[in-house]
Every structure is written in C-alpha cells, then in structure tokens.
C-alpha cells in the first residue's frame, strides 16, 4: 500500500522565521512528488518535483527531492501571517504501465504563523 | 477564465435525501478525480475518469456514484445520504501529458453535512 507520511504535524511559529517542512514516501512506480497549499478550502498547487538533487524555488518557498532517501522538504524563509495553511504532500504514482495519474496524500503540517 | 467550479458550496440535509454534488472544469482536462477529506485528515480518493464515459472507483470504499456523459462535467450522487457521509468532496481535474503529469487543479469543494 503506497504511503505518504508528514513532519511535523503542527507548527506555530513567528513571523520571519524560516521553517522546513518534511514528507516522507513509501510507494509503488513513483512518477513525481507535488506540494500543494491548503487553506480554507481548495489546495492550490505550489511545486511538482521528478528529479532528485533539483530545487524549485518560487519566492520565499523553495522544495527539493531526494528520491534515494524517498523524502522532499519544503522550506519557507521569512514566514508572513498569510503562509499560516494546511501544507500537503502527494506523491504521483503510475498503475500499472497505465497513465492513470494517482495521488497518495499525506496527512498534512498545519503551519500557524503568529505576528 | 479557465477554472474548476463545485456547487453547492455548502450543504446540510437529513438522512435519506438524494444528493448530487456538482463538479465542473472549463480547462479542457480529461481527467477528473473526487476526493474526500474529513477535519485534520488526509484526502481520499473515492472516484476518478479517465475521460468520456470512464468512471472507477478510488482508494476509499464509498456508496456515492459517479458519471461522466461530459468531459467539463463530473457529478457524484449519493441515493440516500447518511450521517457516515457528512465530510468535505474535493472535485479536481489533470492534463493527460507527461509535463503536466499528475499535477491536479482542485474545486473549491463542497462541505457535506447529513443530520
């Protein structure tokens, strides 16, 4: 059974402080790892990752893969009060030679960014 | 504007009630997915197509169906909503191709609760 699992679960910190958010997998045919930003309803998609070793970066987040190790990070550097969200981690699996395009979800971090 | 669009936003009714969540995308996508996700958890996924008259089942048991007559369009339909189903219904939908592979665009989501 394919499994994503995130770190930490919660998080609070202060604004302009940088944090690093972990996500670890256990899957099947691995095609790529995605980051989305959740807040109050719908994720909206930050970074999709293929290749290990290659950061994204995208203003003050930034995302890379280790695809040895089977885990990404996503940091944020000078957190603002409107990062505060749900961050999840998918990873994108092939079924069987197909294109079917499935994503496991982990958990999620809560991050909480306080003025 | 290309966008994925679900109504109702928000939805409560008693047990036994037939209910249809709509889901629509103006993306030109084939793929489109049903997702559920309780407070605090993961998604789960209960439907997805491949495209035109393609419906399978996801991850997660549910006693919702789905149909898809409309590439844009993809409703979910429980025949009589319990208490079990209230939770949050993620709509999304993907790109077939391998440069957009896996990365889904999400609904707004309708918030189910049954009493």
């Known amino acids: 059974e394919d499994k994503v699992v995130q770190s930490p679960l919660s998080l609070v910190v202060h604004e302009g402080d940088t944090v690093t958010l972990n996500c670890s997998y256990e899957v099947t045919n691995f095609r790529s790892l995605l980051w989305y930003k959740q807040e109050k309803k719908a994720p909206t998609f930050l970074f999709m990752l293929t290749s290990s070793g290659i950061e994204k970066k995208s203003g003050r987040l930034s995302s890379i893969l280790d695809k040895k190790e089977l885990f990404s990070i996503l940091n944020i550097t000078a957190t603002q009060t409107g990062d505060s969200a749900v961050y999840l981690c998918a990873v994108g699996t092939n079924a069987g030679g197909t294109s079917y395009g499935k994503l496991t979800f982990g958990q999620g971090t809560i991050l909480t960014v306080h003025p | 504007e290309a966008d994925i669009y679900q109504t109702p936003r928000y939805l409560v009714i008693g047990t036994g009630k037939k209910i249809t969540l709509e889901c629509s995308q103006t993306?030109?996508?084939?793929?489109m997915y049903w997702y559920q996700q309780d407070p605090g958890m993961e998604l789960h996924l209960i439907h997805y197509s491949y495209g035109v008259n393609s419906t399978e089942k996801g991850d997660l048991s549910s006693e919702s169906t789905v149909s898809r007559i409309r590439t844009e369009h993809f409703p979910l339909t429980l025949e009589s909503a319990r208490p079990s189903h209230t939770s949050q219904y993620l709509c999304a939908s993907s790109r077939t191709g391998f440069s957009s592979y896996n990365e889904q665009f999400f609904g707004p989501g309708t918030r189910l609760t049954v009493l």
């Open positions: 993306m030109g996508h084939d793929k």
